[in-house]
């Protein structure tokens, strides 16, 4: 996060609204709502753990049992079995 000059980023009038309530401090301004990024959008770990998520799946599919898949992934049985279900159900969404 950057700090910038009020002085070079806001129009005086509101530059002299904002010194009625705070003068000379750091003063934090949040994004938006619609402009904030979803969980793990940025860094990139969303993905990854999608990515890891459909190879679950497609090893499951492919014949390994949950137990394997557990000692492979360091994940729960109930975890694994959540996984595969919902790729399941996303795979069938987007094939429609």
Not at 47 to 68: A, F, M, P, T
């Amino acid at each position: 996060m950057g700090y910038k000059n009020g002085k070079d980023v806001l129009p005086e009038k509101l530059l002299k609204e904002l010194q009625n309530y705070i003068q000379g401090e750091l003063i934090y301004i949040p994004k938006k709502d619609r402009a904030r990024a979803g969980w793990g959008e940025i860094n990139g770990t969303r993905q990854l753990i999608r990515k890891r998520n459909l190879e679950i799946y497609r090893q499951y599919s492919r014949g390994l049992s949950v137990k394997d898949l557990v000692t492979s992934y360091h994940l729960s049985e109930d975890s694994i079995r959540k996984i595969v279900s919902k790729m399941q159900r996303d795979l069938l969404a987007s094939s429609k």
